[in-house]
């Protein structure tokens, strides 16, 4: 399951990769049954819409359920994340990001770096996030947006920003995002249930408002090279795992 030259040279140059098809009908299948059992969980990991109420992310999925712990590390992910960032990784957080029907809410422009260096203390923006597709994603659902190239300008300037949505977030200002727009242009990552996207860790990104009457669910994993591990441990274990061992590929079928 690894990734051809050109999709390596794609998270080099564009900073992401669209996977169609990564994942199979079956296997989507069987995440989006667990999916339902935790997000029907009392847990201070399932954080839900300022509006509606419902549930908006779900945290800390492989400290909770053995089918989402064998999803993280899963060849699929692994694989891709191994040849990109060696072979020492550690799970830094896992997610299901939801956009409920006519509800979902907005994510803030904003690049992970900047929550992982400013909350966690992580050195260098390393981090890989691999996604995959639960529901259809069409540009009517709230996809989500990138700025490709926006990681070859490094640590742009952002703030954190607790009132915009229930999720803090580091986020970019909207001059730098025009700037940034204005040179490289925005892109939406649409796809089939099973597709996967890989980017990095400063890649700027957001989601706009699901307006549409289709739900909208993404499962993330971010790895991290072992070495490049957070230094200051604030947040709970569910927004930044604090087992730095380096994980071991599940089998290829764990998902069926």
């Not at 549930?55 to 990109?84: I, W």
């Not at 915009?164 to 727009?181: F, R």
């Not at 739900?215 to 274990?237: E, G, M």
Request: aromatic share 10%; proline share 5%.
């Amino acid at each position: 399951m690894k990734l051809n030259e050109k999709q390596l040279k794609d998270i080099d140059e564009i900073g992401y990769t669209i996977l169609s098809g990564w994942f199979s009908e079956e296997e989507v299948k069987n995440i989006r049954k667990e999916m339902i059992t935790v997000f029907k969980e009392k847990t201070e990991s399932n954080i839900v819409e300022k509006s509606s109420g419902e549930v908006r992310t779900a945290m800390g999925l492989h400290l909770r359920n053995k089918l989402f712990d064998d999803l993280t590390r899963h060849p699929k992910f692994f694989e891709p994340a191994r040849q990109t960032r060696g072979d020492n990784l550690y799970i830094q957080q896992t997610k299901i990001n939801v956009k409920a029907a006519f509800t979902g809410e907005v994510w803030q422009w904003h690049y992970d770096f900047a929550t992982h260096s400013g909350e966690d203390g992580v050195p260098k923006p390393l981090a890989l996030n691999l996604h995959v597709f639960l529901d259809d994603v069409t540009e009517f659902n709230g996809p989500l947006f990138f700025i490709p190239k926006s990681h070859k300008y490094g640590r742009v300037l952002s703030k954190l920003d607790t009132e915009t949505t229930s999720y803090p977030l580091w986020t970019v200002d909207q001059q730098t995002v025009k700037n940034l727009v204005k040179e490289n242009g925005i892109v939406s990552a649409h796809g089939k249930a099973g597709t996967s996207v890989i980017f990095v860790d400063n890649l700027v990104h957001g989601s706009a408002q699901n307006m549409s009457p289709m739900d909208r669910a993404i499962f993330s994993v971010i790895l991290n090279p072992c070495d490049n591990a957070q230094t200051k441990f604030a947040r709970p274990d569910y927004k930044h795992g604090k087992d730095f061992k380096p994980i071991k590929a599940s089998p290829i079928n764990c998902l069926i």
